[in-house]
C-alpha cells in the first residue's frame, strides 16, 4: 500500500474499476429480466495492466523541487491585515457570549445584554466608520474597507 494523489490511484486502480463496472451492469441487466447474449457463460474477473505513471520528461526529484515554493529573496515580509464585524452591546463593549438568532444571549446568567450594533474593525485602523444596526449592512463596509488595503497591481517588467 502507498499513498498517491488522486490522479494517479484512479490510473492505477482503472482495470478493477473497468471489470466492477461491467459486472455491476451485467447484473442490473439480469434483474430488469434483460437476457444475456451467452446466458451459458459465467463473467470472471481478469484485470487489465497498470497503465504507467506519466514522467513528463522529469526524474521524480526534479518534479519535488519543483512543487516546493522557493524562499524569497530580498523580499519584504506582506502585512496581514483582518476587518472583522464585531458585534457589540449597547454600552459599545465588543459582545463574545453565545446569542440565539434574535441576538438575545442563550445564558441569561452571563450578564450580556444582547447585542445592538456591528461594527467594521480594522487590525491596522481601528473602527472603521459608524456602527451599523444589522449585520448585513456592515458587510459591505467591510468588503470596501478591506479593498483599500489592496496594494495597486504593478505592471509586470520583463
Do not use: W
Not at 446466458?39 to 526529484?61: F, I, Q
Not at 485602523?125 to 449592512?137: D, I, N, S, T, Y
Not at 459591505?140 to 497591481?153: F, I, T, V, W
Request: net charge positive; with cysteine; aromatic share 2%.
Amino acid at each position: 500500500m502507498f499513498a498517491a494523489c488522486q490522479l494517479c490511484h484512479l490510473r492505477i486502480d482503472h482495470g478493477h474499476h473497468r471489470v466492477t463496472r461491467s459486472i455491476t451492469l451485467a447484473a442490473r441487466a439480469a434483474a430488469a429480466g434483460q437476457l444475456g447474449l451467452l446466458p451459458e457463460t459465467t463473467l470472471t474477473r481478469t484485470e487489465p495492466p497498470t497503465p504507467p505513471r506519466p514522467t513528463r520528461g522529469r526524474t521524480p526529484a526534479a518534479a519535488l523541487h519543483q512543487a516546493l515554493p522557493r524562499p524569497r529573496t530580498g523580499a519584504k515580509p506582506v502585512a496581514r491585515i483582518s476587518v472583522k464585524i464585531a458585534p457589540l452591546h449597547p454600552d459599545g463593549t465588543e459582545c463574545t457570549h453565545a446569542v440565539r438568532p434574535s441576538g438575545k444571549p442563550r445564558d441569561a446568567d452571563s450578564g450580556c445584554t444582547g447585542r445592538r450594533n456591528y461594527a467594521v474593525v480594522c487590525s491596522s485602523c481601528g473602527p472603521v466608520g459608524e456602527p451599523h444596526g444589522l449585520r448585513v449592512l456592515a458587510d459591505p463596509a467591510q468588503s470596501a474597507h478591506r479593498d483599500c488595503h489592496k496594494a495597486p497591481l504593478t505592471p509586470a517588467t520583463r
